[in-house]
């Protein structure tokens, strides 16, 4: 090649140097193709665990630094015709080709398209699912969902169910996000990460948006496992730490505190965390409520709640109800929708709050009264306030 259209080259590979630099997360691997008439010489550039690069080229091996990179892909061109190369990360391949002509430079998605998943997933039903068999098929593989030759476990029908649908609700909150900024999700309680490693793999591989997850757990045995999986699917954007939430700090920004069956009070825990973090985005999805069931008192109630399994979901539904009026009372948008059917879990509430402005005072007058007037003094606020 000529050395305009090389230093044209080199200028690119600049770019992609600075975008390894700003996305290293998501890097897989860099192929270039060499050609000299009808012969080819490929060579592939991957990175190890220690974040070193190995080339393979021209029957050897050896390590390179990306600040290497520019001048060593471009002086191998020197001595071509052209040379077609190919970055890729999760989610999107860079591809430059180079020769006497001129140099261009595309972008094409590499999340594949599925021309079968009807006649993939019949059996399940006619839901359009979001994360699709054929698709995501390491991710669903790794997780579970699928069996080695890619068909949904008949066990796993209903997680399957229940992952595409926290997706689904989960969207709205996403497009709360400015385009651009890298969301980092904190997962309190995140046990084996399930619905972590679905939500990393749609905000990064089908938005194509930057993101980054941390996963607390009390429990060795699922830290182990979750950095297992992460390490299974390349997923470098994901940190996971064997703690307990009341004593995690962080050294980055946290947009978005996501807390999924954490039982009783763990939720509130995970609330308050997330309002002390300044989190734009909280999520809960609480399980069992034990703590408001033996303090509330309502003498008006009283003919209803002298049933006990009526009076446990009133507990239910104002240990929610209170949890969402807090929230508010902070300056949060609240919404509370269906997670999944009733007839698979009563505990089936998700709580989605957005941070949008300074505190309402109106929300925290009805939330003291509330308290007062139930003879309640549920653990939401003291974590928000303490």
Known sequence: MNKQNIGKFKMFLVGLKQRYEDNKDYFIKLEVRYKSGIKEFPAVIEKDEKDTFKMA????????????????????????????????????????????????????????????????????????YIIKVGQ?????????????????????????????????????????????NTITVLDCGCGKSYLTFVLNYYIRDMLKRPCYFIGLDHSETVIKASREMAKNLGYANMEFHQTDIKNYTSDRRVDMVISLHACDTATDMAIGLGVKMNAKAIIAVPCCHRELLNQYDYEVFKPIIKHGVLKARMADILTDGLRALKLEALGYKVSIVEYISPLETPKN??????????????????????????????????YVNG
């Not at 430059?96 to 998605?109: L, T």
């Not at 390491?138 to 926290?166: A, C, P, S, W």
């Not at 109106?362 to 509330?370: F, P, S």
Request: glycine content about 8%; cysteine-free; overall charge negative.
């Open 136 to 180: 995501a098929d390491n991710l669903l593989k790794e997780i579970g969902i699928l069996t080695k030759d890619g068909k949904v476990k008949n066990d796993m029908i209903r997680k399957y169910n229940q992952i595409d649908h926290f997706v689904e609700l989960m969207r709205e909150v996403i497009d709360e996000f400015p385009e651009g």
């Open 349 to 382: 509430l998700m709580i989605r709050a957005i941070k949008m402005n300074g505190k309402n005072k109106l929300a925290e007058q009805q939330y003291q009264e509330l308290t007062k007037i139930l003879h309640v003094n549920p653990s939401i606020g003291n």
């Open 57 to 128: 080229y021209a029957g050897k091996v050896e390590n390179i630094s990306i600040d290497q990179l520019p001048d060593t892909l471009a002086g191998e061109a020197e001595k071509y015709d052209e040379v077609h190369l190919v970055y890729e990360e999760r989610g999107t391949n860079i591809i430059v080709d180079a020769n006497q002509k001129g140099v261009k430079i595309r972008y094409e998605d590499n999340v594949k398209e599925v021309q079968d998943f009807h006649a993939a997933t019949s059996h399940i039903g006619g839901r359009e």
